[in-house]
């Protein structure tokens, strides 16, 4: 499948690179959900689930499907923040629609899930149909949308803390090794669009990226 992203007439210097602590958080968390997506990286992943807390593990499981398959939008953040801490601080802002929304596709089934205009925390009819669409995918998935949706509040504040957790129990360490070298890539890649060009940067970025011929 190919997915176009129409950049006709942006400047080259909108397109900026820039780290997100939390995405790569949730990055880690989708190799521990799914190893066998990333086999380069089955040996961190076993170390890391050897030596989580039972608890925290049964945590990461049951809010996965936020960042098994796909992530919910608010995970990857549109304004990058210079700590997870603030990053998600920035998603207590936004309303108990937009995330219950964002979580619902993403534990429902990307594909599968049409709201349209309607709230699932105040119409019954998509309510239903999430809760449908979850109880197909599962009975995690069911059970997940159903605490989301009778009281988002708490479901919001357990995945915060969840992921809170994460930074003593691996995330910490981790982050600390990879941060400089991240920090260095984007200095290159932002060295590379100021002198060669976006197409040069993209390329740069992944070989799953392209430019098209007229920009």
């Given at each position: 499948m190919t997915l176009r992203i129409d950049i006709t007439g942006l400047p080259p210097e909108q397109v900026s690179f820039a780290a997100s602590p939390l995405a790569e958080l949730t990055s880690m968390l989708h190799v521990l959900a799914a190893p066998e997506h990333h086999p380069q990286l089955a040996a961190w992943?076993?170390?890391?689930?050897?030596?989580?807390?039972?608890?925290?593990?049964?945590?990461?499981?049951?809010?996965?499907?936020?960042?098994?398959?796909?992530?919910?939008?608010?995970?990857?953040?549109a304004?990058?923040?210079?700590?997870?801490?603030e990053e998600l601080d920035d998603i207590d802002q936004i309303t108990d629609e937009a995330?219950?929304?964002?979580?619902?596709?993403?534990?429902?089934?990307?594909?599968?899930?049409?709201?349209?205009?309607s709230s699932p925390l105040t119409d019954a009819d998509a309510r239903d149909r999430a809760l449908d669409q979850a109880q197909a995918r599962g009975a995690l998935q069911e059970a997940f949308a159903e605490r989301l949706l009778a009281d988002p509040q708490a479901v919001r504040a357990r995945v915060r803390d969840t992921l809170e957790q994460c930074a003593s129990a691996f995330f910490g360490s981790a982050w600390a090794c990879v941060a400089?070298?991240?920090?260095?890539?984007?200095?290159?890649?932002?060295?590379?669009?100021?002198?060669?060009?976006?197409?040069?940067?993209?390329?740069?970025?992944?070989?799953?990226?392209?430019l098209a011929p007229g920009g």
């Open positions: 992943a076993a170390g890391v689930r050897t030596g989580l807390r039972p608890e925290l593990a049964e945590r990461l499981q049951e809010a996965e499907f936020l960042w098994r398959s796909s992530r919910a939008d608010f995970l990857l953040p304004q990058p923040r210079q700590t997870w801490a995330y219950v929304t964002s979580a619902l596709v993403t534990t429902c089934g990307s594909n599968r899930v049409r709201f349209g205009g400089g070298r991240i920090a260095a890539d984007l200095r290159v890649k932002t060295d590379l669009r100021d002198r060669q060009g976006l197409g040069a940067a993209l390329a740069a970025a992944s070989g799953a990226i392209a």
